[in-house]
């Protein structure tokens, strides 16, 4: 099944690269919200937010290096 679907492009890569704002904050920021209500820290999501966000805003390039954005979580 997995090799059927390797080439999809998630929609919201595709409206990121297509200009238009994503779902970020309705997939990802609605964890960090329940996260907060909560109190359990949510890390990997915020910073999924940040980036996405920073991206939109043309705060940073697109490449595939975001992963070491990530390094300090671990």
Request: aromatic content about 4%.
């Amino acid at each position: 099944a997995m090799k059927k679907h390797k080439n999809i492009e998630p929609s919201m890569l595709q409206d990121l690269r297509n200009g238009k704002a994503c779902e970020v904050d309705a997939i990802n920021g609605i964890v960090c919200d329940y996260g907060d209500k909560c109190r359990v820290q949510t890390p990997v999501n915020r910073r999924i937010v940040q980036i996405i966000k920073d991206k939109q805003a043309g705060k940073l390039p697109w490449d595939k290096n975001c992963i070491d954005m990530f390094r300090d979580l671990a």
